[in-house]
């Protein structure tokens, strides 16, 4: 029984570290490294939860007790795996949009060439991709890992790309 049990939890608890050593690959996104958390503490009470059931537990209130955690490890493992998943597919429409936008307004930029433009351009992207965030955060109601510097990157990628093909 000991070794059922304890081998249960060690299961619980190599499925925490597993999503806990997931969130470093992700540096900045706080909001996914959150859910993955989530999602890994889910996994540990539900298999701290499975060590034990009514029938063999001593004193039945303590199974009862340890089998309540179901329902709650369940719905933190749904919350962590469905948050990190929209948060991330939202990160990815949102980079889509901003290239489409930002290859329309750096092919504008290409032919008058200024300075001036590039930085309108760029706020002009971080405008629309603040919009685009509210929108897909309400439609969802997910927060999005999505930053203004990765914004700033992706408009730098997609003007070196036009530069580029433009030579």
């Known amino acids: 029984t000991l070794y059922v049990t ?3 939890t060690a299961g619980g608890i190599l499925f925490y ?5 997931a969130t470093k690959h992700f540096h900045d996104n706080w909001a996914i490294k959150d859910y993955l958390i989530i999602c ?3 996994f ?8 034990t059931s009514l029938s063999f537990s001593p004193y039945p209130p303590l199974g009862f007790a340890t089998m309540s955690f ?10 962590g795996l469905y948050a990190s998943a929209i948060s991330v597919s939202q990160d990815i429409e949102l980079r889509e949009s901003i290239k489409k936008s930002a290859l329309r307004e750096s092919k504008f ?11 309108e351009l760029m706020k002009r992207m971080l405008v629309k991709a603040r919009e685009e965030q509210k929108e897909l955060i309400q439609e969802s109601g997910v927060k999005s890992s999505f930053s203004e510097d990765d914004v700033i990157g992706i408009v730098k990628e997609i003007e070196k790309d036009v530069k580029e093909k433009n030579k």
């Open 109 to 119: 930029l290409d032919s008058i060439g200024t300075a001036h433009m590039e930085k």
């Open 17 to 21: 570290i597993g999503f806990v050593v």
């Open 40 to 42: 890994g503490f889910g």
């Open 44 to 51: 540990l009470l539900f298999f701290s939860a499975g060590q």
């Open 70 to 79: 179901y329902g709650l490890s369940t719905y933190l493992i749904l919350l």
């Open 6 to 8: 304890y081998n249960s």
